[in-house]
């Protein structure tokens, strides 16, 4: 939206008092990032100005479209996930036009990768950046209201990806992250078998400058053969995998409607690490699951002794009306759910600090991205942006650059080392 908003000529501000039009890409998956995006729309519409618009886009509003409307006074503008691309055609209606009732503009159909006005489609921070592979999931997750507010899986088509990487390749980037609800359904809706190998291979050969390729939002049950070969004999490709499992006991998965062959998983991590022995694993999991016993907890706490991830994400159950879990309430209590929470955080604690100290004394590139304080951060192969740990070295180390660091400490999330000087 910034990208067809600036090429009509139109500047941002992170100033809200400066803007002419304020635009607020909500997020609406569960409830305390629903209630972090009313909070927000209701602050800037409080503080609006004469002759200002505020719009609503993104997940919230294709949702609860009218309810936005009805719980922000002041709102302009309604716009959905599903054709964010038209945000510069409702600023202008807006502008023009008289609209003493906020203006709505929620179509159904996803045209993801057909009408995308030529916009990179790429966030990018640094010299990395995060490439979207396709929209929409069709997965059964009872729990998730992400197919609802998105609707099925729609792919890119593979060559206007395979440009955009281009792009990205000729702008210097050293990172491409390759994200979708469920990556490992890429090209399905198009007919593809093994369409994320597919995409990696033709990726690879296409961009031999990008140093990382990362995959992030792995199904269970999907990363097949195929993928693990192309991931583990091409150097570009990280051996690092994101792949939320959710859960580990076969009866709450069952309830969950997701995977529940915990074999599988067992197998293909094992097949995996035997392919790449520096695989880094992160995963997610839901604690409170309607109907989650402390004997199904405590299997999930036994997998994640046994299995020994890298990094764990952690989320109470969010009760989603409208999801299939709907039927199920919200039986656990919170303080039950903190409780689990707690526990889960605390054994992960453990394993990721020793996970982090087996790297003591070994060299590893570093991408760096940040300063402060006299001490330089950045991100190893082990570390996606934002959600995973840092390196941290004194000194300025020259950001957007890749360079070799030898680990000296370890902590629970994050390593500090020295930066490898050539003699
Ligand atoms: S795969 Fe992910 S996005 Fe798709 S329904 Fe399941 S949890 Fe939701």
């Not at 031999?208 to 939002?217: G, N, S, V």
Request: aromatic share 6%; net charge negative.
């Amino acid at each position: 939206m910034a990208q067809i908003l600036a090429t009509a000529g139109y500047q941002s501000t992170d100033q809200p008092s400066k803007a002419r039009v304020l635009i607020v890409n909500t997020c609406g998956f569960i409830g305390p990032a629903k209630e972090e995006s009313f909070g927000v729309l209701q602050e800037l519409a409080a503080n609006k100005q004469a002759g200002q618009i505020l719009i609503a886009a993104g997940c919230l509003t294709q949702r609860y479209g009218a309810e936005v409307a009805h719980r922000v006074h002041g709102i302009d503008g309604i716009l959905g996930t599903r054709r964010w691309m038209d945000i510069l055609d409702v600023v202008e209606a807006l502008r023009h036009g008289q609209h003493p009732e906020p203006l709505y503009h929620l179509p159904d159909v996803a045209t993801v990768g057909k009408d995308e006005r030529g916009v990179l489609r790429a966030g990018i921070q640094g010299n990395s950046a995060f490439v979207k592979i396709a929209d929409g999931c069709r997965r059964p997750c009872a729990f998730c209201a992400i197919p609802l507010i998105k609707g099925t899986t729609v792919s890119r088509p593979l060559k206007v990806i395979i440009d955009e990487a281009r792009q990205l390749g000729d702008m210097g980037m050293h990172e491409i992250n390759l994200i979708a609800q469920d990556t490992t359904d890429y090209g399905y809706d198009l007919g593809m078998k093994d369409g994320l190998a597919r995409l990696l291979d033709q990726m690879t050969k296409a961009v031999p400058e990008i140093d990382w390729i990362r995959i992030m939002y792995a199904y269970p049950g999907y990363v097949t053969d195929r993928l693990i070969d192309v991931i583990a004999s091409n150097p570009q490709i990280l051996p690092y995998l994101d792949m939320p499992l959710q859960h580990a006991h076969p009866d709450t998965l069952r309830r969950m409607k997701r995977p529940a062959n915990v074999d599988w998983v067992h197998r293909t991590l094992e097949k995996m690490r035997t392919a790449m022995p520096d695989l880094a694993l992160r995963t997610t999991f839901i604690v409170g699951y309607p109907g989650e016993t402390e004997g199904e907890f405590q299997a999930l706490l036994d997998f994640v002794k046994e299995i020994r991830f890298d990094r764990v994400g952690t989320f109470l159950f969010s009760f989603e009306p409208g999801t299939a879990s709907q039927p199920l309430g919200d039986p656990v209590p919170h303080e039950v759910k903190e409780e689990r929470y707690d526990r889960l955080m605390a054994l992960q604690q453990e394993i990721s600090l020793e996970r982090n100290q087996s790297f003591m004394g070994k060299t590893l590139d570093v991408l760096f991205e940040g300063q402060g304080d006299g001490l330089s951060m950045g991100r190893s192969y082990r570390d996606a942006p934002e959600i995973d740990g840092l390196v941290i070295v004194e000194g300025n180390a020259p950001l957007g650059e890749l360079l070799p660091v030898r680990i000296t400490g370890a902590m629970a999330y994050d390593l500090s080392g020295v930066m490898v000087t050539n003699m």
